[in-house]
């Protein structure tokens, strides 16, 4: 009968995700997951690179801000190539049209938690704890239906948990290691905070070892600054606060006031209620454990806080020195050089999270499960309010036909014509699903700032209003081909 019931609910963690999607936009938006379409930039970006990969391998037209490209042989935008390149393999298979994001977001995820199930093989308290985080962990449910590559990094969290529940098992196990800087590898190229868990591929870290440590240290500093200095090179240049700081010269009165600004707001509340509860319950993590080690290296006395007591054993310090690196140093470079709100910091830390938290699930940890499922379960009107707002655009009803259809007539790909003569250049007010009729390996540039273009335009179609027009057409020969209700359609003869 326990097994009975034990198979129930691992089958209820694999359709979790699935089920709770439909639900969620059959009751907003009255509509099936099948109804979604792209609608953010970035998933407008993505759609057209995976589609152009289908098509094309790397002969596509520049994704790029103002024109701006890095000689690699990838021509694909600031996110980098390998998430367009890793769906695009899956999509000469299986296709990748309007509404394929959500289906392998939702793949990804059931895959990854077959592995999950399989390998560990829960108990019967552990699986409804492996169930409480699956159904109410919501960043998972704000990407799933979206055609991003969130969803992707939820799914490497679930399956590096397993890795690393193995190798905290058994430290010396070669072949997990190797399949451990594997995975954590592919999945620094694809984000490079990912990477701050490869001195784990150097476990066990024996303290008492000063100069082992040491040198494993460094080993892992210079892997880690590999992978970010790699992604670097084949990301397209983006105008962000990192570009406008080394630009400026590594200014460190600049990085400190920007630390501080990013402090400000990280503990004052900055963004929505859902960012600011997802940042809560990291520090929570991190304070749970920090104070049981220090309490345990200066031996005031055996404490446990649902974690288990250092003293007994050397899991919990191992777990502390991961929720520090999973957690603690994805904060700090966060605070450092990215952002915080706007669902910036939210998107970068949310898959270190659910990570730490699934290995505590591994480890039959409690208390950190817990801690989140009661967190989300208190603001879960905070996040209907949020789904809501954020996809209702994804699930509003298409127009059956659109004037924008024509773009599939009016630019065409060229495989003679290199990837600048097969580039769209678009002002910021055009990023939207009217980008959908562009034909597939056609690169699209965004313009965000005029100044920053070259002398010459370089992309062969351009896409703009009559304000953004007037600014730049000086910079080439235009012709124009088509005029929309706000833009107009220019061809660049070189």
């Not at 303290?207 to 790699?230: G, H, V």
């Not at 600011?276 to 104070?291: A, D, E, K, P, T």
């Amino acid at each position: 009968m326990a097994d009975k019931k034990l198979y129930i609910l691992y089958v209820l963690c694999l359709v979790a995700p699935l089920l709770i999607t439909s639900l969620y936009v059959y009751n907003y938006f009255q509509n099936n997951i099948w109804g979604f379409s792209p609608a953010w930039s970035d998933e407008i970006v993505y759609w057209s690179e995976i589609n152009s990969f289908v098509k094309v391998f790397f002969e596509n037209g520049h994704f790029s801000i103002d024109e701006q490209v890095k000689p690699t042989f990838s021509h694909y935008g600031a996110h980098g190539p390998f998430y367009p390149i890793l769906l695009g393999m899956f999509s000469k298979v299986f296709g990748y049209g309007i509404n394929s994001g959500v289906f392998y977001n939702l793949v990804f995820i059931f895959l990854a938690t077959i592995l999950f199930l399989f390998v560990i093989k829960p108990n019967l308290f552990d699986t409804v704890s492996l169930l409480g985080v699956l159904c109410l962990f919501w960043p998972m449910y704000l990407y799933i239906p979206t055609a991003m590559q969130e969803c992707l990094h939820y799914s490497i969290a679930i399956t590096m948990s397993v890795f690393l529940y193995k190798l905290f098992k058994n430290p010396e196990n070669k072949k997990i290691k190797m399949w451990l800087l594997l995975i954590i590898t592919i999945a620094s190229v694809i984000r490079p905070t990912w990477s701050f868990l490869i001195p784990f591929f150097f476990m066990p870290l024996e303290l008492k070892k000063y100069k082992d440590f040491c040198f494993k240290t460094i080993i892992s500093i210079i892997y880690i600054f590999s992978l970010f200095m790699l992604s670097n090179y084949l990301s397209a240049p983006y105008p962000n606060w990192v570009s406008q700081w080394i630009q400026g010269g590594f200014h460190l009165n600049l990085l400190i006031q920007h630390f501080v600004l990013n402090i400000q707001g990280f503990f004052s509340g900055q963004g929505s209620t859902l960012e600011w509860i997802q940042r809560l319950v990291c520090i929570l993590i991190l304070f749970i454990y920090g104070s049981s080690a220090l309490l345990y290296i200066f031996r005031i006395k055996k404490i446990d806080f649902g974690v288990s007591s250092f003293e007994s054993t050397n899991i919990s310090f191992k777990l502390f020195y991961f929720h520090l690196a999973n957690l603690g140093m994805v904060i700090l470079l966060t605070l450092l050089v990215y952002d915080i709100g706007d669902w910036r910091d939210f998107r970068v830390i949310a898959p270190h999270l659910l990570l730490s938290v699934l290995l505590e699930v591994c480890f039959r940890k409690k208390l950190v499960p817990i801690l989140l499922i009661c967190s989300n379960i208190t603001f879960l009107s905070a996040f209907s309010n949020v789904y809501q707002s954020l996809h209702k655009v994804h699930f509003a009803k298409q127009e059956s036909s659109s004037p924008w259809s024509v773009l599939d007539e009016l630019i065409h790909y060229d495989n003679n014509a290199g990837p600048w003569g097969n580039t769209l250049l678009i002002d910021t007010n055009h990023i939207n699903s009217n980008l959908l009729y562009v034909p597939h390996g056609i690169g699209i540039s965004f313009i965000i700032n005029h100044t920053s273009l070259g002398e010459k335009i370089l992309s062969k179609y351009i896409l703009v209003n009559d304000e953004v027009y007037n600014k730049i057409s000086t910079k080439g020969n235009f012709k124009l081909i088509a005029s929309f209700p706000d833009a107009r359609l220019y061809i660049n003869q070189y």
